[in-house]
């Protein structure tokens, strides 16, 4: 059973940072391209960052420069590494997976295959 758990999610001020963990279990993720999006009360979820086991990252603009997304292979997780925190940050987060052929593929526009619950990400003006 594929399992995605966040952790790191927090109160932080404007301009504060906060590293967002995904734990992945049930298989071997070294094939999925795995990310986060983001989703504010009302409106739709959207990406934030995306990665490829073939190194490819993808970032939304507004998230670009100053979030970064990295995995560990051995360990089955996917950091999100978000710095100069802005007010409109505020979301809950989501980790994803999906399966990709290597290096990258656009399926993920397709939707995601797995999810987890998210973590509550609060930035205070």
């Known amino acids: 059973q594929v399992q995605l758990v966040e952790s790191g999610g927090g109160l932080v001020q404007t301009g504060g940072s906060l590293r967002l963990s995904c734990a992945a279990s049930?298989?071997?993720?070294?094939?999925?391209?795995m990310g986060w999006f983001r989703q504010a009360p009302g409106k739709e979820r959207e990406p934030a960052g995306i990665?490829?086991?073939?190194?490819?990252?993808y970032y939304s603009d507004s998230v670009k420069g100053r979030f970064t997304i990295s995995r560990d292979s051995a360990k089955n997780t996917v950091y999100l590494q978000m710095n100069s925190l802005k007010p409109e940050d505020t979301d809950v987060y989501y980790c994803a997976a999906r399966y990709s052929n290597p290096p990258y593929d656009s399926s993920w526009l397709d939707g995601m295959t797995y999810w987890g619950k998210g973590t509550l990400v609060t930035v205070s003006s």
């Open positions: 990665s490829w086991s073939g190194g490819i990252t």
């Open positions: 049930g298989r071997t993720f070294s094939n999925y391209a």
